[in-house]
């Protein structure tokens, strides 16, 4: 019965949110403008903040409901940290909407959150640091999902949230990394930097 926790979250990631929201709203798919990704950004450029926001409460959830079900019916700290990881894959590799989803940070959270709401805020100001060090969010985000897990280590929080950010950390720097020469307006995350004229 285990392992169909990580079945269970990869489903639940698969639901492509950002997708339906911008369907529904404006009658375009998400992905077809801006980054290209089904993210809450690329839906409140299309769709406005709080359909944006909307989606980023819906994400966040997606990685929330599996992992929590999984500790409260399993209390394996390998079948949370499986069903995490697989919730986030799915974010990113959606099977309801062509495997082309979004980039696993809302996801993560949800999934830290649910595991220990502390490892979710080291993380989450490890990300901003490093936004805010590298003034380029995809080339942090690739840092970021590196470097979580080891400063959940030294943080001395070895729990179930360790695997996750292991594992989501990843999948999360795999997925940023084909963005890795994307252009970025300061600190607004998916946002193109307008280009120069000459003369």
């Not at 990881?85 to 099977?95: D, K, T, Y």
């Not at 640091?129 to 969010?137: A, P």
Request: charged share 15%.
């Amino acid at each position: 019965m285990n392992i169909l926790f990580p079945f269970l979250g990869y489903l639940f990631g698969s639901l492509p949110f950002s997708v339906w929201v911008t369907r529904f709203t404006k009658g375009v798919d998400v992905r077809d403008a801006g980054s290209g990704h089904a993210t809450t950004t690329n839906t409140i450029r299309q769709a406005g903040f709080g359909w944006g926001a909307l989606v980023l409460v819906l994400d966040i959830a997606k990685g929330f409901i599996p992992t929590f079900l999984a500790i409260v019916y399993t209390g394996e700290n390998w079948v949370v940290a499986l069903t995490a990881i697989f919730a986030v894959i799915g974010h990113c590799w959606p099977l309801f909407a062509g495997f082309r989803g979004g980039m696993g940070l809302a996801t993560t959270g949800g999934a830290l959150l649910a595991v220990n709401p502390l490892a979710f805020s080291v993380c989450l100001a490890t990300l901003i640091l490093l936004v805010l060090v590298i003034r380029h969010s995809a080339r942090a985000s690739v840092f970021a999902g590196i470097a979580i897990a080891p400063v959940l280590w030294l943080s001395d929080i070895r729990d179930a949230a360790l695997y996750v950010a292991m594992g989501s950390g990843a999948v999360i720097a795999v997925r940023f990394f084909m963005d890795w020469n994307r252009k970025y307006r300061e600190l607004w995350l998916d946002r193109e930097k307008p280009e120069k004229t000459s003369g």
